[in-house]
């Protein structure tokens, strides 16, 4: 079955990227389990059709044939998550955004999906310098976006992020006194620059050719390690993501940095890298089952309800629950 789950992984992506339009040969991986969490909540498949699924892909066959029309077309229309330096500050995507956050701040203090409950999370329980960082605000971003449909209606509402690369200075959007995505204080100006040293081409394309995953992702730490700081960053966390984080300044330099509506575009960002990382330059990811095999308890669902998710289930999110404006 072990051979199964892992052309099962495969087939998700290969279809996944023909579906949009892009082929790619696929290095094989080795997660050792089924991902319920993202098939059963993304697609409504069935324990069934995923066991199905793994022995078409063992078999050679295709994962579309154990799937309805229904679910390969949410697979192939899956929200796209656009970088919010080329919207408008009426486009849909930054309204629906600054409604949810309004609603968040509007729930009752004790609702985890409330604007400081989800940012106490990240304060009390974010993962750093380790090779769980990706993969822990990967899932933090994820069930996010979940919450910020289920409180505005927008089934189909992505996040943006921001392109520091290309976008130096923090966008418009953010400096709208009237809009819920203010927040004040913030060290940077609308007219500060993030430099060279920290976001330029050069210095991306360096992290992104590093082929190994530890030395892109950061250190190694045991099976279900909840330490807030691991051993040491790789290169993408050490640069870009933490740099950022001070240039913006206010609470973006500190722990509670997702009080700032920024933060999540900051991290958006961030995913879109090892998107590119994972799948458009065809690196692998660990199958150290210490990686692959851990689990976070720490968020809620978009009804507010605690949830699990392992390290597996979210290498798969790209492939199955959203997409980047750069995979289209």
């Known amino acids: 079955m072990a051979t199964g789950i892992v052309k099962l992984t495969e087939s998700f992506r290969n279809e996944a990227n023909v579906s949009a339009g892009h082929s ?20 409504g ?15 050679g066959g295709s994962l579309m044939s154990a799937c ?13 998550r656009k970088n919010i330096g ?45 090779w769980l960082i990706w993969p822990w605000h990967r899932a933090y971003l994820w069930y996010f976006e979940e919450i910020c449909r289920e409180l ?41 620059s993030a430099p060279d040293w920290m976001v330029g081409p050069t210095v991306i394309d360096n992290i992104l050719n590093e082929t190994n995953f530890i030395a892109f992702a950061g250190d190694a730490v045991p099976l279900n390690d909840t330490a807030q700081f691991g051993p ?8 870009p993501h933490n740099n950022i984080h001070v240039f913006v300044g206010g609470d973006m330099s500190v722990f509670t940095s997702p009080r700032d509506p920024i933060f ?35 968020f809620v669902d978009r009804k507010g309800n605690p949830v699990t998710i392992s390290v597996l289930t979210t290498v798969l ?12």
């Open 24 to 43: 790619h040969s696929c290095k094989k991986r080795s997660p050792e389990e089924v991902p319920l969490l993202v098939a059963v909540e993304t697609l």
């Open 86 to 130: 080329t919207l408008a500050p009426n486009d849909p995507i930054v309204t629906t955004y600054a409604a949810a956050i309004s609603a968040m701040h509007a729930l009752p203090s004790t609702d985890k999906r409330n604007w400081e409950q989800q940012a106490q999370i990240h304060n009390k329980l974010c993962r750093h310098d380790s």
């Open 232 to 239: 040491a960053a790789g290169p993408l966390e050490a640069t």
């Open 317 to 328: 999110l790209p492939y199955l629950s959203y997409r980047y404006d750069t995979q289209v």
């Open 152 to 192: 505005t209606g927008h089934n189909d509402f992505a996040l943006p992020y921001w392109n520091w690369t290309t976008s130096r200075q923090i966008p418009a959007v953010f400096w709208d006194s009237s809009s819920a995505l203010f927040h004040s204080p913030r060290t940077a100006t609308s007219s500060s």
């Open 264 to 298: 999540w575009t900051h991290h958006g960002r961030v995913d879109e890298l090892w998107v590119e990382w994972n799948i458009l330059r065809n690196n692998s990811n660990t199958n150290d089952t210490a990686w692959t095999n851990t689990e976070f308890t720490d």
């Open 45 to 59: 498949l069935t324990r069934r059709q995923l066991f199905q699924i793994a022995a078409l892909a063992a078999g």
């Open 68 to 80: 309805t029309s229904e679910q390969i077309e949410h697979i192939r229309n899956r929200p796209i």
